[in-house]
Structures are given as structure tokens and as C-alpha cells.
């Protein structure tokens, strides 16, 4: 069976790689052909996804990466997986659009298509397959079938991964939900079906809420904790001995990815929009993550401060720009931000990361290795990402201060968030 994923990133690579290693004839589209020719060669940029297992899938034959939607005609499931970010502030659906058009033309009777893009209830049935329809001439649930399943990929997890994680489906009829239920089926140990699209859209939308709201409360009370005295992790590391009645989160310099800062928005938005009410805890936890790079800054000014320094002209040394840790992926990254607001305020920066690509993002830093040099030549280090392959014993007994917003030194230099 032929397969077509759009979108190559870190959502639909990993699903077009594991379709074609249990058999798919798969072509990966991605509009981008740097991108699509950096994989046609076998170079893979998705860290879940090793160049040796895309060269293996490549060379059986069952894997081909193109940026030309004509690669899909004659295909029996498509999936899409492109992104859906916000545009000041609403919900912007465009690529998915520009998806459902392109793809429209290519649709043939039997065919199924898919949605994995997070978005707001409704989008599948209301939005995606209309334009599926009107393109290709055919009836969703009679010519052709159609269904959403919510992307659970979490990249560097060395635990979960695209096969281990159960994976929620849904279908706009019964014949709809068998066809999506055998393909996810033949890519992962555990399928979860649900009522409708509806539903399925939702369940994302709850997760990431969920630990958006968390990581907002615990970022909070890491700056209340703070003027109160008290050790905000020895608090948490209590409570986490709870066998029942409590999930662990800690404090962190804001929150990033494509995830935690956009998909809550989405339901924020269609809640307002539809019913006319604001999503309470969703607008608290944004004025709450969004603001936590803006509170970072005001604790590297305090520190400086207590040195007699000031952030214009200072040595910072920003320790890692990804956002989340054994990671190059940069999206929504509040350690970005943190860059931007220290070089705003005059900083003489330079950035470590080992992973991600800086100066596709920041030109006018320095990059630099964590060295012995460095860390003696710096009036402070910042780490805002803790990649496990940093050296933090060089952390740990230098004399210059270190900010961790992530708690990984221990040295008695180490302020922490």
C-alpha cells in the first residue's frame, strides 16, 4: 500500500519512517527542498529519527522524500502533519489548508486521509474535509474516508517514542475509523479509538493544557517561593513521595515547542469564539509562562547587580537555546527569548549548545564550546537548557556564578531559579 505523509518534521518523519519499515510503499512531501533533499540523501535532523534508520528505509526502497505533491498520486493513506502556529495571536490553519488543497487533487475513491495537526475541535470535519471534497469532487464517507489522530511525539524521550505511545484515533464513520485504526495499528503497540474527530481533537488540546496549567503554577511559586525563603525543588521532591493525587512538574525559564505555548491558545480561542467565554485558566497560565523569560532577566540583572555589574557590556555566557533538553529543536524556545532580551540590554553574549544551530537564529552572538576558559573569562553563566552532554562538574566548581533555571549544578556558586 502506498502512503503519503505531508510534512517532515518532527511529527511526520517519524511517522513516515516507521510506516515504511513495516511495509508502506511511503513518500514524505515537505514543500521545504532543502529539507527534502537533505533526506532524499539519507540525512535525517530529527533526533528520534537516526540517518542510519532513514538510510535503511531508503535503500530497501520503501521510503521516498520529495517536495513535489505530484509524488502522491495513486496513494492509499495520507497523512498530514504541518504545523499549525499561531499568527498574533489566532489560529493560523493555513498550511493545513494549502494541504487539503494540494492533496484534493490526488484523492481517488477508497483512499483514506488523515489529520494529525493539532487545532481546535471541528477543524477535521468543518475545514479539512470541505476542501478535500470540493478539490477532488468526492464524498468523505462515501468516496473516500477521513479521520484525525492527535500527534504524541515528545522528542529526545528516551523512554516513549512513536511505537510505544498509545496512540488515540478516530474516523468520521465506522468504515473511516477500521482504515485509520489498521494503519496506526501496523506503527504502534496500542490504539485508542474514540467517538468521533471531535474528541480526538480535544484529547490533545486537554493534555497540553493540563501540563500547561502545571508548569504555570509551579513557575509561579518558584518566584513566590523565592521571597518567601523557601526551597521550592526540597518542596516539590516532598509532595513527589506521594504514592496518589499528585503529578511532579518544576519550574523552568518558560515553557516551548509547538505544544505548551500554542495548542491551549487554540481551545482559549474557539471557546471565546463559540461560546463567548474566556478560557480562564489558559489565559493565566499564558501571562504566566510568557512572562517567565522577562522574570529570568530580572534575576540576571539582581545578580549582576549584587557584583556591582550591569548587563550592558557584562560577559553572560547563556548556556543552551533549545527547548527542552537532548534536543536541537528551537520552536517557541523561552531560552531564545532570554537571548534577546539580554542582548536588547547590551549583554556581551555568547552561547553554548551543542545541539541546536544559533546562528540560523541569532546572528550577532558568539558561539562557543563549554571550556574552562570560557567559564573563568564570564561575569555569569545562565543555563536555560540542560542538555545531558554538558560538562556541569565545570559548573560545579568554577568561582563564577551560575544562574540554573533548570536546577542540574550543584556547586556552591549555583543560584537557582
Not at 514543500?31 to 535503500?59: N, Q, Y
Not at 542582548?343 to 552572538?365: K, R, W
Not at 550543584?410 to 543560584?415: A, E, P, Q, R, S
Request: proline letters at 6%; aromatic letters at 8%.
Amino acid at each position: 500500500m502506498k502512503a503519503v505523509v505531508i510534512g517532515q518534521g518532527y511529527v511526520g518523519l517519524p511517522v513516515a519512517v516507521r510506516a515504511a519499515e513495516v511495509g508502506y510503499n511511503v513518500v514524505g512531501i515537505d514543500l521545504d527542498k532543502a529539507r527534502a533533499g537533505r533526506l532524499a540523501a539519507g540525512d535525517s535532523f530529527v533526533e528520534d529519527i537516526t540517518s542510519e534508520r532513514l538510510k535503511a528505509v531508503i535503500d530497501a526502497g520503501t521510503y521516498t522524500a520529495s517536495s513535489d505533491y505530484a509524488d502522491a498520486a495513486d496513494f492509499d493513506i495520507a497523512v498530514v502533519t504541518v504545523p499549525t502556529p499561531l499568527h498574533e495571536g489566532l489560529p493560523d490553519l493555513s498550511f493545513i489548508e494549502a494541504s487539503a488543497q494540494s492533496l484534493a487533487e490526488y484523492l481517488t475513491p477508497g483512499a483514506t486521509v488523515v489529520l494529525e495537526s493539532t487545532t481546535y475541535p471541528g477543524t477535521t470535519e468543518e475545514l479539512f474535509i470541505p476542501i478535500l471534497e470540493e478539490g477532488s469532487g468526492l464524498k468523505a464517507g462515501t468516496d473516500f474516508s477521513a479521520g484525525y489522530s492527535p500527534e504524541r511525539i515528545d522528542p529526545g524521550n528516551p523512554v516513549y517514542h512513536l511505537e510505544n505511545t498509545p496512540k488515540v484515533i478516530s474516523g468520521i464513520d465506522e468504515t473511516s475509523l477500521q482504515k485509520v485504526s489498521k494503519f496506526y495499528g501496523d506503527l504502534v503497540e496500542q490504539v485508542v479509538p474514540v467517538t468521533s474527530p471531535k474528541e480526538a481533537e480535544l484529547a490533545k488540546l486537554l493534555e497540553n493544557t493540563f501540563r500547561h496549567v502545571n508548569i504555570a503554577l509551579v513557575n509561579e511559586m518558584a518566584v513566590f517561593a523565592r521571597g518567601l525563603g523557601v526551597d521550592l525543588h526540597e518542596s516539590i521532591n516532598a509532595a513527589d513521595s506521594k504514592p496518589f493525587g499528585y503529578m511532579k512538574f518544576t519550574p523552568g525559564p518558560g515553557v516551548g515547542g509547538h505544544c505548551l505555548p500554542i495548542d491551549p491558545s487554540y481551545l482559549s480561542w474557539q471557546v471565546k469564539k463559540e461560546l463567548g467565554r474566556p478560557f480562564r485558566f489558559v489565559e493565566l497560565a499564558n501571562d504566566v509562562n510568557d512572562h517567565m523569560p522577562d522574570y529570568v532577566v530580572s534575576r540576571v540583572a539582581d545578580l549582576l547587580n549584587d557584583d556591582a555589574k550591569a548587563i550592558r557590556g557584562s560577559k553572560i555566557t547563556v548556556v543552551g537555546l533549545a527547548y527542552k533538553k537532548n534536543t536541537s529543536d528551537t520552536r517557541e524556545s523561552p531560552a531564545a527569548r532570554v537571548v534577546e532580551l539580554l542582548l536588547d540590554l547590551g549583554a556581551d553574549l555568547t552561547v553554548v549548545e551543542p545541539m541546536a544551530d544559533v546562528q540560523s537564529m541569532f546572528t550577532d552572538v558568539k558561539v562557543a564550546d563549554l571550556e574552562q576558559g570560557l567559564v573563568d573569562d564570564s561575569d555569569l553563566i545562565v543555563v536555560l537548557t540542560d542538555h545531558d552532554e554538558l560538562d556541569y562538574e565545570l559548573l560545579n566548581q568554577t568561582t563564577t556564578p551560575v544562574f540554573d533555571t533548570r536546577r542540574r549544578a550543584t556547586g556552591d556558586n549555583v543560584i537557582y531559579l
